[in-house]
T-cell receptor, first 114, second 115 residues
Framework: AQTVTQSQPEMSVQEAETVTLSCTYD???????LFWYKQPPSRQMILVIR??????QNATENRFSVNFQKAAKSFSLKISDSQLGDAAMYFC???????????FGAGTTVTVRA | NAGVTQTPKFRILKIGQSMTLQCTQD?????MYWYRQDPGMGLKLIYY???????DKGEVPNGYNVSRSTTEDFPLRLELAAPSQTSVYFC??????????????FGPGTRLLVL
């Protein structure tokens, strides 16, 4: 299994401010996908954003954006204008393009302060 | 579409008991997966299937079995429950999103406690 590392067990952010979550991964492949999933207290896994490795442009989804650095094998998630509903555990995940199995990081718990 | 459904939501087992976690999807997806999530950790792949009649081991298959007799159903079997199998179990399937991108759809999870 590929290694996905999230070095921040917990992050706290003030409502309306910005927080950035780190993710690094280890792979020898050149064609792959990266994902960020949100897991609120309900435990439902919700796809937040995905990035194709062959695309240089960073993916964005409303207030969520990524900084994909392929050479550095880094894939950070930025949450802008944080809202109380953003409080959750966030998982970074990797998938090789020819394989449909996901490898997950250990997760980062995000707390949003009102 | 109901998406991916799992039953039961929660179960307590005694050591050595057996049980089957049910997973069903109504999206006609070929690829299906079972993951486990231990407290404070990410998900680890137990087994997966690329279509009816085809299954393969993931990262942590020991103590589990699966079958895939239909496209819709992918049950996970625990034969002799052990405390180390206390976890939350997620079933997932892969299919196109509204944008046409391949996406993993997750069930709501089954919380299993082995005492």
């Amino acid at each position: 299994a590929q290694t996905v590392t999230q070095s921040q067990p917990e992050m706290s952010v003030q409502e309306a401010e910005t927080v950035t979550l780190s993710c690094t991964y280890d792979t020898s492949e050149s064609d792959y996908y990266l994902f960020w999933y949100k897991q609120p207290p309900s435990r439902q896994m919700i796809l937040v954003i995905r990035q194709e490795a062959y695309k240089q442009q960073n993916a964005t989804e409303n207030r969520f954006s990524v900084n994909f650095q392929k050479a550095a094998k880094s894939f950070s998630l930025k949450i802008s204008d944080s809202q109380l509903g953003d409080a959750a555990m966030y998982f970074c995940a990797y998938r090789f393009s020819n394989d449909y199995k996901l490898s997950f990081g250990a997760g980062t718990t995000v707390t949003v302060r009102a | 579409n109901a998406g991916v459904t799992q039953t039961p939501k929660f179960r307590i087992l005694k050591i050595g008991q057996s049980m089957t976690l049910q997973c069903t999807q109504d999206m006609n997806h070929n690829y299906m997966y079972w993951y486990r999530q231990d407290p404070g950790m990410g998900l680890k792949l137990i087994y997966y299937s690329v279509g009816a009649g085809i299954t393969d081991k993931g990262e942590v298959p020991n103590g589990y079995n699966v079958s895939r007799s239909t496209t819709e159903d992918f049950p996970l079997r625990l034969e002799l429950a052990a405390p180390s199998q206390t976890s939350v179990y997620f079933c997932a399937s892969i299919g196109p999103s509204a944008r046409g991108q391949e996406t993993q759809y997750f069930g709501p999870g089954t919380r299993l406690l082995v005492l």
